[in-house]
């Protein structure tokens, strides 16, 4: 399984903020494709990596429901972080294998609000 595979799109850091619209395959989105092409072979890109699993809006609708604040708060927190726990570790473990071989930056930062991983990334490792 390669990083395409597993991501839904990657989003360059440095092209701006946008929101991520799902698609069937992996996407380089929002100018990343041009400035990989523009990179170094040496440089790390920014990247933040959204997976096609996200948790299901009508789990997040059916927590939203819940009278108690509290209650409410941790049930979404509860199925968000879930849903990163069981997608990322695939996408984390190539990421810290690409790490050790310098296509990956020092810091690489799972998200478990929206199901992304933010990190510093090679043009060769984009381009698998």
Same mark, same amino acid.
Do not use: F
């Given at each position: 399984? /390669? ?7 990657? %989003?360059?850091? %440095? ?5 991520? $619209? ?7 989105? /929002? ?11 040496? *440089?790390?890109?920014?990247?933040? #990596?959204?997976?096609? *699993? ?11 429901? #819940? !009278? ?13 972080? $879930?849903?990163?726990? /069981? ?5 984390? !473990? %190539? ?17 478990? #609000?929206? /199901?992304? %991983?933010?990190? !510093? ?6 381009? $698998?």
């Amino acid at each position: 399984m /390669n990083l395409s595979q597993l991501c839904v799109l990657a %989003i360059a850091s %440095i092209a701006g903020t946008t929101v991520a $619209q799902p698609v069937h395959q992996a996407q380089l989105r /929002n100018g990343l494709s041009a400035a990989t092409k523009a990179a170094d072979p040496a *440089e790390l890109l920014p990247v933040v #990596i959204v997976l096609r *699993e996200q948790t299901p809006q009508a789990q997040i609708d059916a927590a939203a429901r #819940i !009278d108690d604040k509290a209650a409410r708060r941790a049930a979404v927190i509860s199925l968000l972080r $879930q849903t990163a726990r /069981n997608t990322q570790g695939t996408l984390l !473990d %190539i990421l810290t294998q690409a790490q050790d071989q310098g296509l990956v930056g020092y810091r690489i930062r799972p998200l478990w #609000i929206s /199901n992304m %991983i933010a990190a !510093d990334v090679s043009p060769a490792l984009l381009n $698998q």
